[in-house]
């Protein structure tokens, strides 16, 4: 840690540069008078880091926490710290372009408000949205009725509303742990998240795209504002805004090490069609750039830094996925080539190549996934016993509970708090009322956590300590909007239901429904069979148990419980009710620190 460049100051200047306005207050509230997002709450930011956080994690936070309007090239401006993400404008001939308008609509209308009071009253004449993740679209409603041109990468849609179809509520209650809403906002609790300071908890929206970039070298114009697009299915889309020499690099390469796979839950990206996209960049768009900005962080201006910048992200992605792989081949793990890894000292004195978002660590754990799979290969790990049967062997092997206590405290001493974690763990899964290994785990937590670099190890290491002390924390639940259900195709419709039925409790159950969606002109049938509900489009002639006719919007109202009156039926209105039976319910707050 000696050895890092705090003398260099460069970031802090790119960070300051271009600055017009504040907002003062820097608290959005919702309709019902609920907070969504303060910034102001990091102002402890300012001071020197403490002994509670790690040097070079608190000075990305004092980075990231600067908010308020700034210019980044003529006519483009951005909206920083309001969210998690920023919200750039670039002005055209009769008003202005956004691109990436936050994650609620709340944030996203004072962002506006903010570029409006100093830049006049002008139009949204255009959305751009450079990625599939809600931190580019959610507040799109707050900008924007959609009466305008809104462009989007290919395949936009079917991507954005994915996760919520298939792991919503695993994915959600993770990111309680990755962005540590629950923590308090102090040198000693949540200090920010990597690529922002977290996520707001507003409005979440989504107006489809009018038209989708298809291709790398496409050109479009809105406004007057001319644009040239390179596809980048690893994160989205880079933009080229040649007029103003400026170019948008939306998640390809931000002031952090980014996730090949995220914490919280997601594919594996691959990292080496990562960096060979980010070498397409550097020739096509480079040589024309003299300001870089991104959907995170702060831009970096000057053609040869652009290019510099870039060209150290782009050998960053490509050595953590040549060395994992080179290192796989000798026959090492995952946890193994993360030990061992260690990036070159050029990448390491680059601010912008160290793991606040991502980290080397679970990056290389990841690249091992895409390739290997969970197994490493050692028969001993192929039939483990789920973690508490686990743990309650091993506390016995370790003498009982209290004798788990006792060398955890050994390995404490000797300073070796993760394999301290290990045992505690154990202890706590085998026995949840062990209220001194509790206790102590907590305390381990906190010191790994205040310890780390990475901000989202951080925060999940301070809220698996919370949780051990307080319990359960409830996610805290931004309000989702009806764009979501709409924008559902009825192939996401169905998937939806399929992963909610109670495997064992349908193993018997054998039933067949049609489904004429009237508006769409399309028939689909489900069939219940083995505990599975498959389904069909344009189905075979066949009598099915029941057959409903229906409108898409009424399927989904159907599917969110409300009644069948509306809905023309022929067949035996008992099929629905026992499908209905076997559907399960997701557990929105389960444990992940206790068994």
Known sequence: MADLPFHDRADFEDADRGFIAKLSPAVITAADGRVVWDGDSYDFLQEDCPDTAHPSLWRQAGLCARQGLYEVADGVYQVRGLDLSNMTLVEGEHGVVVLDPLVSTECAAAALRLYRSHRGDRPVTGVLYTHTRPDHFGGVRGVTGGDVPILAPDGFMEHAVAEYVYTGPAMIRRAVYVYGPALSRSPEGQIGAGLGMTASTGTMSLIPPTAEIARTGQE??????????????????????????????????????????????????????????????????????????????????????????????????????????????????????????????????????????????????????RYLGWFDGNPAHLWEHPPRESALRYVECLGGGAGVVAFARRYIDE?????????????????????????????????????????????CYLMGAL?????????????????????????????????????????????????????????????????????????????????????????????AGKGVEAVHREGDTTALKRLVAVLDRPVPDFAVVTA
């Open 467 to 559: 949780e051990l002390a307080d319990g359960i924390v409830p996610a805290t639940s931004e309000t989702t909007s009806p764009d979501f259900f709409a924008a559902l195709t009825v192939e996401q419709i169905f998937d939806s239901l399929a992963i909610r039925v109670d495997g064992p409790r349908a193993w018997h159950e054998r039933l067949a429904i049609d489904w004429y969606l009237t508006d769409l002109g399309e028939r689909h049938r489900t069939t219940l069979s083995n505990g599975a509900l498959i389904q069909q489009a344009n189905p075979p002639d066949e009598t099915a148990d029941l057959t409903l006719r229906l409108t898409k919007a009424q399927l989904a109202g159907l599917l």
């Open 220 to 369: 479009e114009t809105i406004d007057g504002v001319r644009m040239l697009f390179q596809l980048t299915p690893a994160a989205g889309m880079n933009v080229l805004f040649p007029g103003r020499r400026a170019l948008c690099l939306a998640e390809n390469a931000t002031h952090s090490q980014y996730d090949v796979m995220p914490l919280r839950g997601g594919a594996v990206r691959d990292a080496r069609a990562w960096a060979r996209h980010l070498t397409e960049t550097i020739a096509l768009f480079a040589p024309h750039a003299d300001v870089a900005f991104a959907s995170h962080h702060w831009p970096t201006w000057g053609g040869d830094r652009v290019q510099r910048f870039l060209a150290q992200q782009r050998d960053l992605y490509a050595y953590l996925h040549d060395q994992t792989l080179r290192l796989l081949n000798k026959g090492l793990t995952g946890p193994e080539i993360a030990e061992v890894l260690h990036l070159p000292p050029e990448l390491e004195q680059a601010w912008h190549t160290h793991g606040y978002a991502g980290s080397a660590s679970h990056n290389v754990k990841a690249v091992y996934q």
């Open 415 to 459: 300073n070796d708090l993760r394999f301290a974690a290990e045992l505690l763990n154990h202890a706590v899964f085998a026995d949840e009322g062990n209220k001194e290994a509790r206790d102590l785990l907590a305390e381990v937590y906190t010191r790994l956590g205040q310890g780390a670099e990475n901000a989202t190890w951080r925060n």
